[in-house]
């Protein structure tokens, strides 16, 4: 009987070991994360925040990706689960929307995530990759502030193209030149700043997290050095345009001072014309005369 016993208890030990390996599959809770029937303590906390895990794709269904419900004996492993994946929740939503709401709402959660976790060793192996994702956030939010004031350098460009007219190319096309050198010389700043946030993503493995939605059409580097070369070139031929106007405005101008010069010669010719007959001939100094004399005069 004894020996029977022993044997039970070393099945009963064998199948505990099994079993603390083995998963069954996920099922979809209300929430739309994925619940797990049988959950095993994890040996090396860290596990708990692998972001390798997440695929942001934008769709609130799919969103969460993968999500244990985690237990320990040790703590409370599940809150810091749940809060954990609230702060990569946001991150991934910024990378959606572009929003500064979402950026200074991600910041808050994940702030208030590292203040709470600092002397908390169940939570705290997660710090240094929150602080990774505040990082890669702020470059992200700055990478899209280039964005959009290229946006605005590209409207001002357009309003000065719909300006030109017949007697002002010259002026505008300056404009045009001086706004364009603008938006080459920043585009290169915002190809910098991107191949600089694309390295420190990667660095840190979290390209999954912000690389998505609308973001990833705006840092991808052979479309952007494509778009570079094409106001590059679009600057020369304003430069193009800008000489060949002011090669007009030279010529315009001398065909209008030969033209007042004409004038003048001739206004002046005839007027001193008129006041030399007027003194020669006595007969003529008539009163309507004396009018027209005061006008010569007065042109002259």
């Known amino acids: ?37 049988t959950i ?20 609130d269904s799919e969103m969460n990706a993968t999500r244990e419900f985690c237990e320990s004996p040790e703590g409370d492993v599940m809150e810091t689960c749940e809060r954990f994946q609230k ?27 590292i203040n709470d976790c600092q002397d908390n060793q169940t939570c705290a192996d997660g710090i240094e990759i ?13 990478t899209e ?9 590209i409207q ?13 190319e010259s002026y505008v096309w300056e404009r ?21 946030l694309l390295n420190f993503l990667n660095e840190q493995n979290i390209t999954n997290i912000f690389l998505s939605g609308v973001f990833i059409s705006r840092t991808n580097l052979q479309y952007l050095n494509t778009i570079l070369d094409k106001q590059s070139d679009y600057l020369v031929y304003c430069q193009d345009m800008k000489t060949s106007w002011n090669k007009i405005d030279v010529v315009r101008f001398d065909i209008r001072l030969a033209m007042f010069s004409f004038l003048f010669i001739v206004g002046a010719t005839g007027n001193i014309i008129l006041i ?11 009163t309507a005369n004396i009018m027209l004399i005061n006008l010569s005069v007065v042109d002259c």
């Open 156 to 168: 001002r460009i357009m309003i000065l193209q719909k300006q030109i007219g017949p007697l002002n």
């Open 1 to 37: 009987m004894a020996g029977w016993s022993a044997l039970q208890v070393l099945l009963i030990i064998i199948g505990h070991l099994t079993c603390a390996d083995i998963t069954t599959e996920p099922i979809v809770t209300e929430d739309g994360y994925y619940n797990y029937d």
């Open 130 to 142: 929150i602080n990774a994702l505040q990082a890669g956030l702020r470059m992200c939010n700055t």
């Open 176 to 196: 045009i030149v001086e706004q364009q050198t603008y938006l080459v010389e920043d585009f290169k700043k915002y190809i910098n700043n991107v191949e600089d």
């Open 40 to 59: 095993t303590a994890h040996e090396n906390k860290s596990s708990y925040f692998d972001l390798s895990i997440y695929n942001n794709t934008c769709d």
């Open 87 to 113: 702060v990569v929740r946001s991150m991934m939503d910024f990378s959606c929307y572009l929003s500064e709401d979402i950026a200074e709402a991600a910041i808050n959660v994940s702030t208030d995530y």
């Open 145 to 153: 502030a280039l964005y959009m004031n290229l946006l605005y350098s």
């Open 276 to 286: 030399l007959v007027f003194i020669k001939y006595r007969d003529m100094r008539t």
